[in-house]
């Protein structure tokens, strides 16, 4: 099947350390996404990780990957107000490099 | 660049009502996309396009029609609107295929009521 299975929900104290886990199912997949949705709005893209990669690092955001366990997770640092939004992770898969299959987003809330 | 834009941003449709979605971006992307969120299911593909004059369904295509005569156009039309239909609708494009150029960007969204 085409799962990409994430938590529903997350909420951390705003300075500490966020982490959003994904799997996905398509181990042959090229490119894993993460985008980020805030309310009202439609999905931005944060950061991807080619699939030859284990970790990624961008600023505050740190994207590691499993290949064997077929786990994304998406770490940011310093968490802050602003991150409050909901993070999907996202897969090219092989099969079909037409379209992205989206997990079912975590919604991130920081609390003061 | 206006990126990729939505028309309407609202609406809301009683029982067997049409409408059509306009989407349309200015960034000559070949691929387009029209996705449905629904509370605690994500998004769910309906139909895209990868080129002027192509279409193919997604996921959850029932109810739905789509046309791509312009490249720079992906209109989502709902022939007789269901309750069911009831869902935030976000189109979104992309250049090709692998890495950045995957990256898919998208409309802020049409949040549609069918009573």
């Known amino acids: 099947g085409e799962d990409v299975e994430q938590s529903l929900f997350l909420s951390v104290r705003e300075g500490d350390s966020s982490v959003i886990n994904c799997t996905y199912t398509d181990s042959s997949s090229t490119y894993l996404y993460w985008y980020k949705q805030e309310p009202g709005a439609g999905l931005q893209l944060l950061t991807y990780?080619?699939?030859?990669?284990d970790m990624k690092q961008d600023q505050r955001l740190t994207v590691l990957l499993n290949k064997k366990d077929k786990h994304l997770s998406l770490r940011i640092a310093d968490t802050q107000t602003g991150d409050s939004a909901i993070y999907f992770c996202?897969?090219?898969?092989?099969?079909?490099?037409?379209?992205?299959?989206f997990g079912t987003g975590t919604r991130l809330q920081v609390f003061p | 660049n206006a990126g990729v834009t939505q028309t309407p941003k609202f609406r809301v449709l009683k029982t067997g009502q049409s409408m059509t979605l306009l989407c349309a971006q200015d960034m000559n992307h070949e691929y387009m996309y029209w996705y449905r969120q629904d509370p605690g299911m994500g998004l769910r593909l309906i139909h895209y396009?990868?080129?002027?004059?192509?279409?193919a369904k997604g996921e959850v295509p029932d109810g739905y029609n789509v046309s791509r005569l312009k490249k720079q156009n992906f209109l989502l039309g709902l022939e007789s609107a269901a309750p069911s239909q009831t869902s935030v609708y976000f189109c979104a494009s992309t250049f090709g295929v692998g890495g950045q150029e995957d990256t898919q960007y998208f409309g802020p969204g049409t949040r549609l009521t069918v009573l």
């Open positions: 990780i080619f699939s030859n990669m």
């Open positions: 396009s990868v080129g002027e004059g192509t279409t």
């Open positions: 996202a897969e090219s898969p092989m099969y079909n490099t037409d379209k992205l299959i």
